[in-house]
Structure formats: structure tokens, C-alpha cells
């Protein structure tokens, strides 16, 4: 009987995937609050909300990256749950039950680690989403899907599971035109590189699958990352964290009597005011994504 996706997923003996496990209870313990009060915990857990730029405290770097949503605009909080989840269930978890939790824990926490650094040096660290973990699985992903093709063909969209992982991967790609996802995947690269002949030696015997040494290493890391996030969750909901707004220097009756002083200045005085950052002037920086 051939290997199918239900098996990798969840029928085969593999083990639990508990790295991925984690990561979703962190995602859904970081994102919950967002939704009873919004402008509260978009500003204590998060970093921004629509057009408000909370203040980045340090802990922010590894928190945000757990919440969800923009607040006011695209995407929705429970959207971006939602995709995220759904990777981490059904391309993340593949991923850890075939090459074990160690490996898929430094995979994910090595892009995320990057990931963090690129935040702060990019956007200064205003950023909310998991994509920069969730797109580290795609490449093996396909590289089932191409392995599975050339055995089942047609068949092989028999199973849910395989339709679901597909329709997923064609996702991803498509969501490629998003750069964040597109750095997480070239991230990816090395790893895939480096263990491609292993992922499919394992699929090739799923019995006797080599899961790699420091298994359990990989859910101590996970662990902490969801203790983490619970703590500052916890001083946030409890209220020892409070909302803060990085506050205009201006305020809109301050800023009128600028544009009409602007619009009659010479024009070295309104190339000065043009090259004036929001920095410069005092003004709110608003540079935050949702990733």
C-alpha cells in the first residue's frame, strides 16, 4: 500500500508534532485577547493598531510575532489567524512527523531569528504575524507532493489531505508577492538542501524514519516561546502593562497654518519641508506591518 498525505499527517506512527503544536497554542494565547478589546491589546501585546504606533518595548521582538491582524485594516485579526494556523497544521506538522521535532524547531526558530532581525533593521520592529516561521515548509511540502505525484498521479487528489496541502502550497506561492514571506522561504533554502535526501529517505521508508537526535531539545525550545508569550500576555491582560501611543508632535490645528505657511513659501524653504521625515518633524513614524 503506497504512503498517502492522511498518513504523513496523522495515521502513520510518527509521533506527535509537538514543536508545531506549541507554536499554534502560542498563536492562539497571543491572538485571543485581540478580540475582547482590540486598541488595548493591539497597543500592550502588539505594536501598532490601524493608524496608532505603540510604543516596541523588547520583548515585543519575539511577542508580536504571534499576534494577528492590523486592527482596522487588511488582514482581519481572525484571517490572519486563520492562514497561519492552517500552515502550521498541515505544512508544519508534516514536516516535524517526518524529519522529527529537532530539526523542524531549528528550521523554524532559525528563520524566525533572522526574521526578528530583519524586522528591526527594516521597520523597526513594528511588525505582527508568523510568517516568518509558516513559510520555512513550504519547499518540502512540494517536495512530497512531486514525490507523491510520480507515484499516485491522479490519484493521489483522492485524499483530502493531499488536496488541502496543494491547494495550501499554491497559497503560499501566490503569496510570495508579499516580501516577508518570500525572505522566510529563502531562508528556508539551506535547510532544504541540506535535508532533502533525508526527508526522502523517510518517506521512502516511513517506518524506520530517521527523526535526528535532540528531539526533545526542539519542544524545550517551543515550550519556552509559549511560556514566554504567556507571561507578557498575563502582565498585559492583568493590566501592569498599559496601552501607549507614540504621540504626533503636532496636532491637526498645529499642522494647517503649516501647509498654508508651506503652499506660500519660495521654493528652497518648500524643498526643505518636502525632504522633512516624519522622524524630522516630530511626527509618528506609522512604518508597523502585519507579516
Same mark, same amino acid.
Given at each position: 500500500? @503506497?504512503?498517502?498525505?492522511?498518513?504523513? %499527517?496523522?495515521?502513520?506512527?510518527?509521533?506527535?508534532?509537538?514543536?508545531?503544536?506549541?507554536?499554534?497554542?502560542?498563536?492562539?494565547?497571543?491572538?485571543?485577547?485581540?478580540?475582547?478589546?482590540?486598541?488595548?491589546?493591539?497597543?500592550?501585546?502588539?505594536?501598532?493598531?490601524?493608524?496608532?504606533?505603540?510604543?516596541?518595548?523588547?520583548?515585543?521582538?519575539?511577542?508580536?510575532?504571534?499576534?494577528?491582524?492590523?486592527?482596522?485594516?487588511?488582514?482581519?485579526?481572525?484571517?490572519?489567524?486563520?492562514?497561519?494556523?492552517?500552515?502550521? &497544521?498541515?505544512?508544519?506538522?508534516?514536516?516535524?512527523?517526518?524529519?522529527? #521535532?529537532?530539526?523542524?524547531?531549528? %528550521? +523554524?526558530?532559525?528563520?524566525?531569528?533572522?526574521?526578528?532581525?530583519?524586522?528591526?533593521?527594516?521597520? *523597526?520592529?513594528?511588525?505582527?504575524?508568523?510568517?516568518?516561521?509558516?513559510? @520555512?515548509?513550504?519547499?518540502?511540502?512540494?517536495?512530497?507532493?512531486?514525490?507523491?505525484?510520480?507515484?499516485?498521479?491522479? !490519484?493521489?487528489?483522492?485524499?483530502?489531505?493531499?488536496?488541502?496541502?496543494? %491547494?495550501? #502550497?499554491?497559497?503560499?506561492?501566490?503569496?510570495?508577492?508579499?516580501?516577508?514571506?518570500?525572505?522566510?522561504?529563502?531562508?528556508?533554502?539551506?535547510?532544504?538542501?541540506?535535508?532533502?535526501?533525508?526527508?526522502?529517505?523517510?518517506?521512502? *521508508?516511513? @517506518?524506520?524514519?530517521?527523526?535526528? !537526535?535532540?528531539?526533545?531539545?526542539?519542544?524545550?525550545?517551543?515550550?519556552?516561546?509559549?511560556?514566554?508569550?504567556?507571561?507578557?500576555?498575563?502582565?498585559?491582560?492583568?493590566?501592569?502593562?498599559?496601552?501607549? &501611543?507614540?504621540? #504626533?508632535?503636532? +496636532?491637526?490645528?498645529?499642522?494647517?497654518?503649516?501647509?498654508?505657511?508651506?503652499?506660500?513659501?519660495?521654493?528652497?524653504?518648500?524643498?526643505?519641508?518636502?525632504?522633512?521625515?516624519? !522622524?524630522? #518633524?516630530?511626527?509618528?513614524?506609522? =512604518?508597523?506591518?502585519? =507579516?
Amino acid at each position: 500500500m @503506497s504512503l498517502s498525505s492522511r498518513d504523513l %499527517l496523522y495515521r502513520a506512527r510518527l509521533g506527535f508534532p509537538w514543536v508545531i503544536a506549541l507554536l499554534v497554542a502560542s498563536c492562539l494565547l497571543v491572538t485571543a485577547p485581540l478580540f475582547v478589546e482590540p486598541r488595548r491589546f493591539f497597543l500592550t501585546i502588539g505594536v501598532g493598531f490601524c493608524d496608532e504606533d505603540g510604543v516596541v518595548r523588547w520583548w515585543h521582538y519575539l511577542v508580536a510575532n504571534f499576534v494577528h491582524g492590523a486592527g482596522c485594516r487588511f488582514p482581519a485579526t481572525w484571517f490572519h489567524l486563520a492562514v497561519n494556523v492552517v500552515l502550521f &497544521v498541515f505544512h508544519g506538522a508534516l514536516v516535524e512527523r517526518v524529519l522529527g #521535532s529537532a530539526r523542524v524547531a531549528l %528550521l +523554524t526558530f532559525s528563520c524566525l531569528l533572522v526574521h526578528m532581525v530583519l524586522v528591526y533593521l527594516i521597520i *523597526d520592529g513594528r511588525g505582527h504575524g508568523a510568517s516568518g516561521m509558516t513559510w @520555512s515548509y513550504v519547499l518540502f511540502v512540494i517536495h512530497w507532493l512531486v514525490i507523491h505525484w510520480k507515484t499516485a498521479r491522479w !490519484r493521489m487528489f483522492a485524499d483530502w489531505v493531499t488536496c488541502t496541502l496543494a %491547494l495550501l #502550497s499554491l497559497f503560499a506561492i501566490i503569496g510570495l508577492v508579499k516580501h516577508w514571506h518570500l525572505w522566510n522561504l529563502l531562508l528556508s533554502v539551506p535547510f532544504y538542501l541540506a535535508w532533502r535526501k533525508t526527508f526522502a529517505a523517510n518517506l521512502a *521508508d516511513i @517506518s524506520n524514519a530517521d527523526h535526528g !537526535r535532540g528531539n526533545a531539545i526542539g519542544v524545550a525550545a517551543a515550550a519556552f516561546v509559549l511560556a514566554f508569550n504567556a507571561y507578557f500576555v498575563a502582565l498585559a491582560v492583568g493590566g501592569q502593562i498599559q496601552p501607549q &501611543v507614540v504621540e #504626533s508632535a503636532f +496636532t491637526a490645528s498645529q499642522m494647517r497654518p503649516m501647509v498654508t505657511q508651506y503652499k506660500s513659501a519660495p521654493m528652497p524653504g518648500r524643498s526643505m519641508v518636502a525632504r522633512m521625515s516624519p !522622524r524630522e #518633524s516630530g511626527g509618528t513614524c506609522r =512604518r508597523w506591518r502585519w =507579516r
